[in-house]
């Protein structure tokens, strides 16, 4: 957690470090720069090259051994031959100082031919991501088995004044979704309702936000009917945490961030299957992106309002859990047929995005591991979106393009409305099979018709079931970046 990048002055020959990156693209020849490296190791960097030991490609990792002057170690890097510069030197950052963390260096620099701002970014966020591994409830390995932490890295560039703002950045981005992936990692029973809110409250006071969380009782007096038909059926206190970053205009409309935050979800009483049921800890990584996000927002002391919207509770069957054919009227009046009690995320949702009209928002956009028929959509290579504002999607969209957070969009007919009517009520919380992703987004939609919204269904995106290589299995901080380059667009 405490990973330091910095840019420093300096060639890559003679960098001061146990592990030096290097970042080639397909086809790179020696620029100046990298000729030093290549005298420095006695020409096997070149030879390498030369004889396609290594080539460049996405992914593609390999070790040489640093010479008698110079770096002790040398690893390169491919980028593959990017369209997106900035994306690809992101990854590559990752890559290798997940790298780096195995060889056990304390402290690597990193070097690309690319020094612009956007690139020195990128490689600060990956560096950051790279380093994140969960520990908290792993024993450490024996003594004699154990390596150095990797504690920092150093970014060289030619002006270190410019890019040190910017590592800065990326350092801030990095660390806004390493908490994101910390907190969804945690389990169930540590990761709770409470631990979310005493989270946010810890953010408010790092970075001067104003804190508030509504527990059971105020949220009866709110008349949340459908966020608390999920909590009556758990003996924890649910959590509607409220996070408010004010350093816009005084006035000016707040951008307003939504995550649901399913500390558990067993299904309830439309109980899911046993296995693989561990994994719905991770039912909470909308919230966690939420909080993230506000770290990063708070670190990076934007200049605009934001306001971060956590629901959270866990969805246990018990004696008083709610029940298929009950019915509830939510926050916003509308009366809901509780057909599947697994279909929960949206009953919590629906009601925080009702809450949020209160901070008359410019714009909302949700996150939520909403539905299985999202994976089923989309995989694990793009978040469904979803919105009631064509321009609010496509800002949506490009913030996803630029933060590696890829988004694609799911639409939201009206016709698709048929599948939650029902005789008992105004909506139903299912529709079936058929287009399971846009019957939740289209029930969402139901309670954000006075403000611009998007909807971010991750539950394909937001962990990730094997090693990808530039992030490990597991939480992969989604949608922290794409929230962090959206409100970014909107504050200048
Ligand atoms: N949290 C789940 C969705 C989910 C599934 C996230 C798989 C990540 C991976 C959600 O609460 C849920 O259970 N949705 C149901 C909805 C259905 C009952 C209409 C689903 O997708 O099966
Ligand atoms: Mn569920
Ligand atoms: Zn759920």
């Known amino acids: ?39 420095a190791l006695g020409g096997s960097l070149k030879r390498s090259l030369d004889e396609k030991n290594f080539r460049g490609a996405r992914d593609e990792t390999l070790f040489l051994a640093g010479g008698a002057k110079g770096p002790k ?38 070097y690309a031919d690319e020094q612009s701002d956007a690139a020195v970014e990128a490689a600060a966020v990956g560096l950051t991501m790279g380093s994140w591994e969960y520990t908290t409830t792993r024993s450490a390995p024996p003594e004699d088995e154990r390596k150095a932490e990797l504690e920092s890295a150093q970014i060289l560039v030619s002006d270190e004044a410019r890019a040190s703002s910017a590592a800065q950045r990326g350092a801030a981005i990095g660390a806004g979704m390493n908490l ?36 059971r009782k105020e949220m009866e007096a709110e008349k949340m009917g459908s966020f608390l038909a999920v909590a009556q059926g758990t003996t924890q206190d649910p959590k509607l945490i409220v996070l408010e970053h004010r350093k816009g205009p005084a006035g000016s409309k707040p951008v307003v961030l939504v995550g649901k935050g399913l500390c558990f ?10 296995q693989g049921m561990e994994a719905m800890k991770f039912d909470m990584c909308g919230a966690a992106g939420v909080l993230g996000a506000m770290d990063a927002i708070g670190a990076l002391n934007l200049p605009i ?39 929960e995320g949206r009953l919590v949702l629906c009601d925080v ?28 290579t793009a978040s469904g979106v979803f919105g009631n504002d064509q321009s609010l999607v496509d800002e949506v969209l490009a913030a996803g393009r630029s933060s590696g957070d890829t988004g694609w969009q799911l639409p939201l007919f009206d016709d698709y409305k ?14 079936g099979r058929a287009a399971g992703a846009i019957s939740a987004a289209m029930f969402l939609k139901e309670f954000t018709e006075t403000y611009p919204w998007v909807h971010l269904d991750i539950a394909g995106t937001a962990y990730s079931e094997t ?20 409100v970014r667009g909107r504050a200048h």
């Not at 491919?78 to 402290?107: C, F, I």
């Not at 919207?309 to 926050?331: C, Y």
């Open 467 to 486: 090693d990808l290589g530039f992030i490990a299995k597991g939480p992969t901080g989604t949608p922290v970046g794409l929230f962090v380059d959206f």
């Open 418 to 431: 048929d599948l939650i009517l029902t005789d008992a009520a105004d909506i139903k919380n299912t529709g």
């Open 305 to 343: 309002n934001v306001i971060g919207l956590v629901g959270s509770t866990t969805n246990m069957p018990s004696g008083d859990a709610m029940k298929p054919g009950d019915v509830v009227q939510s926050h916003l009046g509308k009366w809901i047929e509780i057909v599947n009690t697994d279909a």
């Open 73 to 110: 170690r040398v690893l390169l890097v491919g980028l593959g031959s990017p369209e997106n510069l900035t994306a690809a030197l992101r990854r590559a950052a990752s890559v290798g100082a997940r790298q780096a963390r195995k060889t056990g260096a304390a402290s690597l620099a990193w």
């Open 353 to 380: 995005l009702s809450y949020a009209r209160r901070y008359d928002p410019a714009a909302v956009i949700d996150a939520a591991t909403l539905t299985g028929a999202c994976v089923v959509a989309l995989g694990h």
């Open 265 to 274: 979800d067993t299904g309830g009483i439309s109980i899911k299957a046993a």
């Open 1 to 39: 957690m405490d990973f330091r990048v910095t840019a420093r002055r300096g060639q890559p020959d003679s960098a001061d470090a146990p592990l030096l990156i290097l970042a080639l693209a397909k086809g790179a020849t020696l620029t100046p720069a990298l000729a030093a490296v290549d005298n």
């Open 180 to 215: 994101a992936r910390q907190l969804s990692m945690l389990p169930g029973n540590i990761c709770t309702p409470e631990f979310l809110a005493s989270t946010a409250r810890d953010i408010a006071k790092r970075h001067g936000m104003r804190a508030e969380v509504l527990g």
